[in-house]
């Protein structure tokens, strides 16, 4: 489907090259409203799940005693569909930065299910129902609570795999995480659906109304269950008053009472790509050129660190919309497809490499 793939030369950048070229996945079908984007992503923030599935909710107290909240997708029938095993690979599934668990990420998480996977949603500090036990939640590009999500999860399951995958605004978090880990983070490979590149770019450029209004209203709901224990660290009159996601998100982590800090230092700290550099882990970031969210893809994709690091691929499509890539097919998202075909490829690589070396496998 006319589908690019951008990245610095290797014997990884050859075998995707092969392995995604080969799959159906990237033939994607026709695009349902080819100029109507923003039809699309209305759809996929507003329709319900077809199927709720079933999920396991685990509470995993933090070092400063907060909590994240960790969904397992059992699927919609009471039991694992896929038939995982102990040395199953551990999909961790990280929703937008508003919370909000798509129909899309579903889909992803029952497909991956299906394959074999061991799904399971990261859920952050006071997001889709999980308890606000501390008076701060999580900033855009601030891993601390991920990585240790990520250590209980390599305690959990040390002999599989560990593959995270994000979807829109929620990458701004993993590509963080992958660039102050570095070699360090216990993932094999991770993958990004529509990511946010540039975080303040993006809270600072004027959103579509139609998917900033719906995420905006998510948030002040959810945010509203705990007006009582955050009115000690922010102001929740101003907070509740915000009319957009940038003042949302300065009345909740710059205009905070105890430390407050200026609009430019908190991006210092957060923005998504601050240590990419350092980053160790293949990462397959799928984007679309039509993505009326990112934003167009002069301004808004870095065009260069695909070009000069060997772990970023840029999957570069010229429709989609965001977090959509559509098709008129069973499954309906081709993206799913490229990205499960992504992990198979960087799986059998992997296994590749260490029997030519003849390298243990790690423990």
């Known amino acids: 489907g006319r589908c690019q793939l951008l ?31 923003q039809l699309q992503m209305l759809q996929q923030l507003l329709q319900p799940p ?13 070092s400063d005693a907060g909590l994240v909240a960790l969904d397992w997708l059992v699927g919609p029938w009471g039991a694992a569909g896929g038939g995982g ?9 990280i929703p937008n930065a508003a919370g909000k668990v798509t129909e899309g990420l579903l889909q992803l998480g029952l497909r991956a299910l299906e394959r074999g996977f061991i799904p399971v949603i990261f859920n952050r500090r006071g997001h889709n129902g999980c308890p606000l036990t501390t008076p701060r939640l999580q900033p855009f590009g601030d891993p601390g609570d991920l990585r ?5 999860l390599r305690c959990r399951h040390p002999t599989a795999s560990l593959l995270a995958v994000s979807e829109g605004s929620g990458s701004g978090l ?25 975080g303040q770019d993006w809270f600072e450029a004027e959103m579509p109304w139609l998917y900033e209004w719906p ?23 101003r907070l509740l008053g915000s009319r957009s996601l940038r003042e949302l998100e300065e009345s909740l982590f ?22 990419a550099d350092e980053a160790a882990v293949p990462v397959l970031c799928l984007c679309s050129a039509d993505d009326p969210v990112r934003g167009p893809p002069a301004r808004s994709l870095p065009m260069e660190l695909f070009r000069s690091s060997p772990y970023f691929f840029l999957l570069l499509t010229p429709r ?11 499954g309906r998202c081709w993206g799913h497809e490229a990205v499960l075909e992504y992990f198979r490829a960087m799986a059998e690589f992997l296994r590749t490499e260490e029997h030519r070396k003849g390298l243990p496998r790690p423990r």
Not at 176 to 186: D, P, R, V
């Open 7 to 37: 990245c610095k030369p290797s014997a990884l950048a050859q075998h995707l090259v092969w392995s995604l070229g080969r799959s159906a996945a990237l033939q994607g079908g026709r695009w349902p409203w080819p100029r109507w984007p």
């Open 174 to 198: 993993l590509l963080a995480y992958l660039g102050e880990s570095g070699s360090s983070s216990c993932l094999a490979a991770a993958a990004c659906l529509s990511p946010i590149f540039r």
């Open 50 to 62: 077809e199927l709720e599935p079933v999920v396991a909710r685990e509470l995993l107290q933090l």
């Open 148 to 152: 240790e999500a990520v250590t209980y």
């Open 254 to 275: 710059c205009r905070t009472r105890s430390r407050p800090t200026s609009w430019e230092v908190y991006w210092e700290r957060n923005e998504p790509l601050r240590d």
């Open 215 to 237: 995420l905006l209203l998510h948030l002040k709901q959810g945010l509203s269950r705990y007006a009582g224990s955050l009115a000690e660290a922010v102001d929740m009159d």
């Open 320 to 330: 989609g919309g965001h977090c959509g890539f559509p098709r008129r097919a069973p």
């Open 85 to 93: 095993g102990v040395s199953s690979p551990v999909l961790l599934l």
